[in-house]
């Protein structure tokens, strides 16, 4: 039987057991689906590899919208320590999602959306809301068919919603973990409704190479393959990933224990620029061995466009000059998947610039700790103080942006950076030795930065601060105009609680402070600017969400160039 008989067949069937996600208006076969799932463990970069496959067939002509599935029951990403799970990534809409969002964003050039995004806690908070309401006439509420339904139907809703071609959706966690079971369960039920012509598996695994035996390994990877078919899931399509590349004699034995043949055994071993994957996925023909599956492969033939080979040559650098060290002040400095936006946002400044940019974490909690400020910062030629929450770091990051001030040193202040860089200059321009933030010191006899009016009602922590992308009004003839080519508005996107005070705009402006950007019919400063230093420059947005390989952000390039002089 083919999907259409099989979905037929279940649709007139509906009020038995059948639960029946099928939205109205929903055309099966007209957009198809790819499913990439993970096995032997996280981390071995199945968003790089999802999203890389999009950008394959985006280039071969195809309409293609990517969704994650996330297992864990958060709401959103919005509560997530940044230290343990990486940066929480900010889309246009204002919802909050994870860094694999960004992945996505920068390698299809493409702004997502709240659809592209879907937790297990947003999943069973949509089924509890309906139980609440009724909405299933007295039926006992079950993980199949109403779980499983529920995420039949959001794929569904997408499809009809993006009018794709093609659908990708990457299932968070690897196979074998309980919080996704059921996400593949959906999934597995979705290719038996929709048809296997309609539905590739892809699944991406990884091959050990452990030090001590010197030779790749595949017995992982076998078993975690096995376990998903044990799920009732056929891969269609494996992908190994591994440190060196991977040996033709491991992928005889994936092939022959997974039965899936030897050329759609593609393995992608670690590349230093992860740009040049879509190219390296195309040369293995990745592309056309799923719209092989998918009987798409007619439909778009050409491979060899130079449109991926022009991005991938523009995303590279051939590094004229000695690198510039750029100094990154935060206190989440272990690790760099929590600035991940900012790294990247550098990445295309580099490419623009055609030069290498090294990092340096300058950990603000050793500054408070009793480290001088002067040695952190030695050798560095431009420092960004980045986002953040909480008092922890606080003073050793004012102490950062004042030496950086006092000393002509570039500084570039995102989010709460803006905010440090102001309570430095009200403390020790402007005199009020005891400014402070409210979030740091409720009770702070000059509070410069404090709660936004619309921030106070709230109570509670998730999804509720001012959140997504805002139209900011660029001042003309300031230095955010002239790098934002004399644009009069800009579209960035913001995650905060608190702001400038108003009370306090005209004395900062007495002590030289330039606010060049703000909200259109608000006191709500959002760029502010010191025009006598080499490079002085804050955003209460985040310029880093919006910025793209091939385009990096202006306020990012600028500073980077004063970092150049
Ligand atoms: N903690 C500050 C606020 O809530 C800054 C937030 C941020 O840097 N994203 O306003």
Sequence with gaps: MKGKDILNEIISTSGGEFYTPIPDGYKLGKTKYVIVTGS?????????ISSSLCKCLQDRGLKVEPTKLEAYLNVDAGTLNPFRHGEVFVLDDGYETDLDLGTYERMLDKNLTKDNFVTSGRIYQTLIEKERAGKYLGRDVQFIPHVTGEIKSIVRNLAIKSKADVVVIEIGGTVGDYENMFALEALRELQYEEGHENVCFVNVTYIMQPSSLGEQKSKAAQLGIKRLIGMGIQPDVIVCRSESPVRASIKDKISLNTNVPLNRVIGVHDVSNIYSLPLALREHEFGERVLETLELEKKFKTNGNTALKKWVKETSYFGKGKPLVIGIAGKYTGSSDTYISILKALEHCSFAIDRKLNFKWVETTEIEKGKS??????????????????????EGKIAVAKYCRENNIPYLGLCLGFQIALIDIARNVVGLKEANSTEFDPKAKDPVIDILPEQKKIHGLGGNMRLGGKDVEVKPRTIAAKIHNNAKKIRRRFRHRFECNPEYIERFEKAGVVFSGKAPGEQIMQILELPKHKFLMASQFHPEFTSRPLHADEMFLAFVKACEK
Aim: charged share 25%; glycine share 30%.
């Design 40 to 48: 032997v463990m996280s981390g071995i970069g199945k968003g790089t």
């Design 373 to 394: 400020v002067e040695s952190e910062l030695k050798g560095l030629d431009g420092v960004i103080v980045p986002g953040g929450f909480g008092k922890r770091g606080i």
